[in-house]
């Protein structure tokens, strides 16, 4: 079994909130959440998560990044984040997970990344605020009962 990861699995979509001007309280609520988890060092991400945002912030916003500023960001957090390469074991897991627990393919993914390097929390607006699978809790930094302080301990 792997050795736990402290800290908090980052999903997309929190990542591409604060790089996208076009949703101003999204952006905030989205910056402080990785300027928090960034500062405490917990903030972690997978090589997925890295990939979609790139595309995402390149091609999906309504004003993308230019590709050198996205790939900087990228490279920013390699640099300083623990990074999970999705492995063969995860893509088994996730697949379990799209059957078991009815979860969309790529947001699978991600519960198979934290849940098989034993990581408790992801931050996602995927999932419903709360909710636990398999011993890993969905939270959702736009939700009313989402406090900052929620980020304080991995």
């Known amino acids: ?16 909130y604060a790089y996208d001007r076009s ?10 959440v990785l300027e928090t988890v960034g ?8 090589t997925q998560v890295l990939g979609e945002f790139f595309v995402t912030v390149t091609r999906k916003i309504p004003s993308p990044l230019a590709i050198n500023d996205a790939s900087n960001a990228v490279i920013r957090y390699l640099n300083s ?26 947001d699978s993914l991600i519960w198979a990344a934290a849940k098989l390097n034993q990581i408790q929390e992801i931050v996602t607006e995927d999932g419903q605020h709360g909710r636990v699978i398999e011993g890993v809790r969905y939270l959702n930094p736009f939700h009313a009962d989402f406090h900052l302080s929620m980020l304080q301990t991995a």
Request: aromatic share 6%; hydrophobic share 45%.
């Open 81 to 106: 984040w623990p990074i999970i390469d999705i492995t063969s074991s995860i893509v088994l897991e996730a697949l379990r997970g799209v059957m078991q627990h009815q979860l969309h393919y790529y």
């Open 1 to 16: 079994m792997r050795t736990a990861l402290a800290g908090f699995l980052v999903d997309t979509n929190i990542l591409v």
């Open 23 to 32: 949703d101003g309280d999204k952006r905030q609520h989205a910056i402080d």
């Open 39 to 46: 500062i405490a060092g917990t903030g972690i991400c997978s």
